[in-house]
């Protein structure tokens, strides 16, 4: 059974930091480019930050510069550190696998996501 488990969520003023984490389980992700998501109310979910096994990252133009997503393979963890928060960041914040261009995930893989709230 695949099993995805975000953390590190909060409320933070903008301009301030989080680092989200994400627990992943089985051979399923562990050889497969990861994704954090986000969704904010009333709009679709979108991918803001990508990486392949080997390290190669990719971000959404919104983020690039802001974000910075990581991985520890070995134990089967996903990162990502924001900085210079903004309100517009504000949303739910997932991981699963993903790279830009490909079809969004089996709605069954998604776990329960992490709220950002960023206040003005």
């Known amino acids: 059974q695949v099993q995805l488990v975000e953390s590190g969520g909060g409320l933070v003023q903008a301009g301030g930091s989080l680092r989200l984490s994400c627990a992943t389980s089985?051979?399923?992700?562990?050889?497969?480019?990861m994704a954090w998501y986000r969704q904010a109310p009333g709009k679709q979910r979108e991918l803001v930050a990508a990486?392949?096994?080997?390290?190669?990252?990719n971000y959404a133009d919104s983020v690039k510069g802001r974000f910075t997503i990581s991985r520890d393979n070995p134990k089967n963890m996903v990162y990502l550190q924001m900085n210079s928060l903004k309100p517009e960041d504000t949303a739910v914040y997932y991981c699963n696998i993903g790279w830009p261009g490909t079809p969004m995930p089996d709605y069954r893989t998604w776990g329960q996501g992490t709220q950002v709230t960023v206040s003005s």
């Open positions: 990486i392949t096994r080997g390290g190669v990252t």
């Open positions: 089985g051979m399923f992700f562990s050889s497969r480019p």
